[in-house]
């Protein structure tokens, strides 16, 4: 998250992925940094366990999501 913040000021749109474990700690940070509504890009925890394929899974599962968050910008 603090990656995709720091590009976002200095005007590089990025798109944060992080697993549902995090959504708690992704919510405050955002909040911390004044940006409660930024959007971010949730997959399934965990991945350090699994394989290729399913993380090749998750990784197409989340493009939809990832383009909007990049293009999607008021």
Do not use: C, Q, W
């Amino acid at each position: 998250m603090h990656d995709a913040l720091a590009a976002e000021r200095r005007g590089i749109p990025a798109a944060a992925v992080m697993t549902d474990r995090f959504v708690t700690t992704a919510d405050a940070v955002v909040e911390l940094n004044g940006l409660a509504s930024y959007p971010y890009v949730v997959i399934a925890h965990p991945i350090a366990s699994d394989s290729d394929d399913e993380l090749r899974a998750k990784a197409e599962g989340s493009i939809a999501r990832i383009v909007e968050v990049l293009t999607d910008r008021a």
